[in-house]
């Protein structure tokens, strides 16, 4: 089903709208969503790259994420929320940062990838879990 995935930086520079059927709903454990979030994980949901209608300019981040890809972290120069994330390994999709969703409640994980990294006193539950990304 397609959902409105409308959302913004803190600060509200950076502002998007997205409507889409998120083609995946994750939680990223790998240690560079730990040290960009500042947090254990990442919360995100990939959608198609033309979906995503952003006002505001990004700053932007690149370097080579654990999969050996580039990843481009898009983030707000002011406040320094980050927003989406664009990763070679899923080419056409970006990778909305759930935090910044006007409804944060729209996602759910359905799975949590680069557990080789994650916290292990982090429990998840039942969702289903891989020590990378699988294929």
Known sequence: MTQNLNGS????????????????QVACHCTDCQKQTGSSYSTIIGVPA??????????????NGESGGEVRRNFCGDCGSPVFTEPDQSPGLLWIK????????AFTPQMHVWCQSRNVWLD????????????
């Open 9 to 24: 930086c803190l600060c509200g520079g950076i502002t998007y709208e997205c409507e889409a059927e998120p083609v995946m």
């Open 50 to 63: 033309e979906s995503l209608t952003v006002h505001g300019t990004t700053k932007i981040f690149t370097h």
């Open 98 to 105: 759930t935090g910044t969703l006007d409804n944060p409640q």
């Open 124 to 135: 998840l539950g039942d969702v289903p879990a891989f020590a990378t990304m699988p294929h």
